[in-house]
């Protein structure tokens, strides 16, 4: 594979980054293909693809980091992860720098959520830590993490608990502490948008998206206002689901014998896609050579 571009690096060149986020190995390689030049993996979708379970503070840093290796290793594009609250004091965060840091990832996303109250996504967060503990777990990151090209996003939830204003105080000192970038999830309104892009457009200032909502805004919008990296969840993990209900609905109607199995036009694709995305025509070759 080709050296990984740093994420620092690919922000400065993008305008915005737009980041899909990968649930697995495989939809990794599929980003990639589509064109994409980073990835994100979120807690919710990894749990989800891999462990069957919601994203409300039930996994550690072992399962986490064993989902986020096996993504990391199938593609050369920077990765920014999920890191939770640290799962832990400051002493587990510098632990999940380090182990993360062995595994390859471009950036850290360190949140300031409760944990034994979690909320996945953005569905509204019911506490937040003080800022004072925050402050000390991203200054022990950014420590853990010098030397090196990750970036440190400090993750900012209480916009829907304290409001807009006191959020952005809360980020305001998170940058203070060192974090490399800001992330303030749930605004519900352009116009907060603008607010938040307008005081914090300097930083790597991140946004996520979600269809159907009145902030899903084309890319270069969201980069004029300030949004440097564009990460785009529950795009990807529905959508997969969905295809898989109806196909094993269609199936089951079939072994039933309550209707023929429907044609599936788009199978030439898939495959293509598939074999593409599995690189076989490499490991074809290399087993040419070998059997030559």
């Known amino acids: 594979m080709a050296a990984r571009i740093s994420l620092r690096r690919l922000?400065?060149?993008?305008?915005?980054?737009?980041?899909?986020?990968?649930?697995?190995?495989?939809?990794?390689?599929l980003i990639a293909r589509a064109g994409f030049r980073s990835i994100a993996i979120g807690g919710s979708a990894l749990l989800a693809a891999?462990?069957?379970?919601?994203?409300?503070?039930?996994a550690a840093l072992g399962e986490m980091a064993a989902g986020i290796q096996d993504i990391v290793a199938a593609t050369d594009l920077p990765v920014l992860v999920d890191g939770d609250d640290g799962y832990g004091d400051a002493r587990s965060v510098v632990h999940m720098v380090e182990?993360?840091?062995?595994?390859?990832?471009?950036?850290?996303?360190?949140?300031?959520?409760?944990?034994?109250?979690k909320q996945p996504g953005d569905a509204g967060a019911v506490g937040v830590v003080p800022a004072d503990e925050m402050v000390q777990k991203l200054e022990a990151a950014v420590a853990a993490s010098s030397g090196t090209e990750i970036q440190v996003?400090?993750?900012?939830?209480a916009c829907q608990l304290e409001g807009l204003e006191a959020a952005m105080r809360r980020a305001d000192r998170y940058l203070h502490a060192g974090a490399h970038g800001i992330f303030i999830p749930g605004v519900p309104t352009v116009a907060g948008l603008e607010?938040?892009?307008?005081?914090?457009?300097g930083a790597h200032l991140m946004i996520a998206v979600f269809e159907g909502r009145e902030t899903w805004l084309p890319p270069a919008e969201l980069y004029a206002m300030?949004?440097?990296?564009?990460?785009?969840?529950?795009?990807?993990?529905?959508?997969?689901v969905h295809c898989l209900d109806v196909a094993l609905e269609d199936l089951k109607g079939h072994a039933d014998g309550r209707a023929p199995m429907p044609s599936f036009p788009g199978a030439r694709q898939a495959h293509t896609?598939?074999?593409?995305?599995?690189?076989?025509?490499?490991?074809?070759?290399?087993g040419s050579s070998i059997s030559g």
């Open 11 to 29: 922000i400065e060149q993008e305008k915005p980054l737009v980041t899909p986020l990968a649930h697995d190995a495989l939809t990794a390689r």
């Open 50 to 58: 891999r462990y069957g379970l919601p994203d409300i503070g039930l």
């Open 99 to 117: 182990a993360y840091t062995r595994l390859g990832v471009s950036g850290i996303v360190l949140e300031d959520q409760v944990r034994v109250a």
């Open 153 to 157: 996003i400090a993750r900012c939830d």
């Open 195 to 201: 607010e938040v892009g307008k005081r914090f457009g």
């Open 226 to 240: 300030g949004f440097r990296q564009v990460v785009v969840p529950g795009l990807l993990l529905p959508r997969v």
């Open 273 to 286: 896609a598939l074999q593409e995305a599995l690189m076989f025509d490499r490991w074809r070759s290399i």
